[in-house]
């Protein structure tokens, strides 16, 4: 487990920014937390590093809103509304786990059994504009993670 905090919007976007640079294809990100923890604003940040140009907002209509113009696709999930993981497999949603993208996942918890063994795990929690970060993952992971927080100057925790 690695935590971290950040203390403003721009330094998660600048994180997710960084860690992009070290995701690779299939690679996938569950992302916890309440409504306006920040799963939206990572995401930017990591669709930013991943060189795409696009508007990254949730995904409110669709469950998934497909990123490219980047060095790997991103797939961008809202599960929020979804009833459990049946609905997600009846959807054919697992599909985009083989497509070699990058998934994130915003309420990941609704679909948590169905995710990869190795996905990032990160909990987001905080309030006023801090936010404590804490990620699950392969060690490999917890290096990028440490070293992408560290360049966006926020504080990492041991
Ligand atoms: N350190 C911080 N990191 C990220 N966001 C922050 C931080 N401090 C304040 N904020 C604010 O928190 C809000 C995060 O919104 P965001 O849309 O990313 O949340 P979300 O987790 O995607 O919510 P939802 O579940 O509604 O989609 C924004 O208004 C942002 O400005
Ligand atoms: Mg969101």
């Not at 509304?81 to 994130?104: A, H, K, Q, T, W």
């Amino acid at each position: 487990m690695i935590r971290f905090k950040t203390t403003s919007p721009e330094q998660t976007e600048l994180f997710g920014k960084g860690l992009a640079k070290s995701l690779g294809a299939g690679d996938v990100i569950a992302l916890t937390g309440d409504l306006g923890a920040g799963k939206t604003c990572l995401t930017r940040g990591i669709a930013d590093g991943l060189g795409s140009t696009a508007h990254v907002s949730s995904p409110t209509f669709t469950i998934v809103n497909e990123y490219d113009g980047g060095r790997l696709m991103l797939f961008h999930f809202d599960t929020y509304r979804l009833s459990g993981p049946d609905d997600f497999l009846m959807s054919g949603l697992d599909e985009y786990f083989y497509r070699n993208g990058i998934c994130v996942f915003e309420w990941s918890d609704i679909i948590d059994e169905l995710l990869p063994e190795d996905s990032i795990r990160m909990t987001i929690t905080g309030d006023g504009d801090m936010r404590l970060f804490e990620c699950n993952c392969s060690e490999k992971h917890q290096c990028y993670i440490e070293e992408a927080a560290r360049n966006a100057g926020a504080e990492v925790e041991k």
